[in-house]
């Protein structure tokens, strides 16, 4: 067993499909297919079954998606502790590594076209990106830490956490939320809807043991339990959700909203009354690469102001 082989399992996982975890990864879907079967082959075990617009995980897959998860997270955590070493080590001729943090919502949203950005105007500087949760990105203890949380403070829920930081933060952008639905949902008629509403239907969140149940029923304060249809990344397969079913309705940024569903007479992208997102930038600005993280804040703010 390689951990390619894991790093391929856990792709397929967060795209959706072979092809997308293909692309991703830089790599031939022939490649990641036989390296999945091999997979199968050591464990014993049928990982994935095929699905309209896609792959979903077997029951014995999601049995062994957290093991091989934290296997994953361990060896991020040595590349990471590595990486910590290895910037001490550097000369000052060089111009190190930024180790950033955040979701892989923010990932598909703008984070990767901002990092493609910044590696192409200062290609001395190392990117090391580490996908992880909310709660989690707010613990971290940035005065040890050579890296940026990049993160999404909807409703300043996170206000007081960022004010006891006493880390610098710089806000990236800010954009609204909406729900996307079927042109047959009962919400499909409405000019704007309240949060409260959009959550007594089925959620189709992002894939991700991130949180977005817990997140929702923190903002509005809600104690009726909601009602998660599934979790999944592959836009297709959301597509398909919401044309099939009418209850269905998924929350996004608006930016990413439009970019995946607007132009298709099919779908609805409604804005949420009184939800808005503030995307930050957290860092020690007394880090020893404090500069070259002001240098991907700045590349970031002056894309997505564009």
Known sequence: MRLEQLEFFLAIVRFGSFSMGAENLHVSQPALSKAIKLLEGELGVRLFSRVAGGAALT???????????????????????????????????QEGRIIVYSGPTIMDTFLYAGLKKFTTLYPKTDICLELTGKEELLSMNLSTCEGVIIYVNTNNEMDGMIAASGMNCD???SDKRSVVVGKRSPLATNKIVNIEDVLDYQQIFPYNK??????????????KPIDVLMYTNNVSTIKDELSRNKNAVHIANNILAKKNFSGDNEYIVIPIKNVKSKFFARYNKNCRNAEQISRLVSVIKDMMRQ
Do not use: N, W
């Open 59 to 93: 029951p014995e897959g999601r049995e062994l998606l957290p093991l091989i998860q934290d296997v994953m997270g361990s060896v991020a955590t040595l590349h990471k502790k590595a990486g910590l070493l290895s910037a001490r080590q550097c000369g000052p001729q």
């Open 171 to 173: 806000i990236l952008f």
């Open 210 to 223: 991130f949180g977005q149940t817990e997140h929702y029923m923190k903002t509005v304060g809600r104690t």
